[in-house]
């Protein structure tokens, strides 16, 4: 099995664990530890739980071939000690069609089409257009809907050495391979130990803001029309490029 890169689908996961590994690239230890040991032994059986739950999320990934689920999201910036609250329903056509739309507070439309981005809101006309990579730290969960491939490019995935809040949940960590490369420091990716489809993101960027994005209601396989990701600009609409 390729070494995984998803969650999302879907996608994930330490502190001092191993780099993740596969038949072709064995797993990279971050410290030497003698063979025989207690430490050791952790080691190695946190390797294999990593390897299990990555080659189940391909499984995973693999049968996906349309995904749709309501969100809530929270966002807070650190400088300014502030939170914000949204929510709205996420839908995602394989291999890369997605559509994030915000319903609360105000509305926006996000599409987004391989590595293009489009943002729409309709309160003040204008559309913003980007690429995945100058996304704002928020839309970094969405490489978790693209395959196990391409996140790891993107990402060094290992497990995540925390207390998870869902005992019925794995939670895995995403590191950025190349800093400067992406919008994030890192990303916590929690996910169903059943179906392995994703529970909740955590994302946190240079500056400390972090945004966490829970999933609900979600349904697999579902039909979904082409025409759901097809976004025309309007005529009378500002057109802005990526701030970053």
Known sequence: MKRLS???VLILLAGPWAALGTEDHPAEMTDAVPHGTEEAKSA???TALLDRILRQMDMAYKGLHSYRAEFDQESETKAFKRKRQSSGRLCFLKPSE??????EPEKREVYLSGEQIRIYIPSRNQVLEQTLNDAMPGMAPARLFMG???LDKTFVVSLADTDAE???A???RLIPRKKGTISVEEILLWVGQ??????RTESRDVLGNRTTLRFRDAEVNVPLKKEVFRFEIPPDAEVLGSPF
Do not use: G, H, N
């Open 6 to 8: 998803l969650c999302i």
């Open 98 to 103: 997605m559509r994030w739309s915000y319903l």
């Open 148 to 150: 196990v491939e391409e």
């Open 170 to 172: 794995y939670c895995l």
């Open 44 to 46: 190695l059986e946190a």
């Open 194 to 199: 059943k179906d392995f489809l994703p529970l």
């Open 166 to 168: 869902d005992q019925k």
